[in-house]
């Protein structure tokens, strides 16, 4: 059986930082690309960045948000600087096998999600 958990949502002024994390239990991270997405009220779902052998970003994080992985302790985290009122969204940690895609379709595994809130 397959979990994905995220934490490390909040609320943070324009320009502030927040450090996301997500474990996956029951899947090896050396075998599963894990993505991060993000869904903004009355939006679509989107993809945010993508990480296995290689590491992808969406075009609006480039610079801001830095996706990191610890395989021992099947863990990934999204650093995110810089934050824009634009990043507040519930954001959500999912994991598929093979190769990362921005397609939330293809990711059978998902988490709950973590809200993060950017406001003065």
């Known amino acids: 059986q397959v979990q994905v958990v995220e934490s490390g949502g909040g609320q943070v002024q324009p320009g502030g930082s927040l450090n996301l994390s997500c474990v996956i239990s029951?899947?090896?991270?050396?075998?599963?690309?894990v993505g991060w997405f993000r869904q903004a009220p009355g939006k679509e779902r989107e993809g945010v960045s993508c990480i296995s052998s290689t590491i992808r970003y969406a075009d609006f994080v480039k610079g801001r948000f830095t996706i990191s992985r610890d395989i021992p302790k099947n863990s990934v985290y999204l650093q995110m600087n810089n934050l824009k009122a634009e990043d507040t969204a519930v954001y959500y940690c999912?994991?598929?096998?093979?190769?990362?895609?921005?397609?939330?379709?293809?990711?059978?595994?998902w988490g709950q999600g973590t809200q993060v809130t950017v406001s003065s």
């Open positions: 999912a994991a598929k096998q093979y190769s990362c895609t921005g397609y939330d379709r293809l990711y059978p595994y």
């Open positions: 029951g899947r090896s991270l050396d075998d599963y690309p």
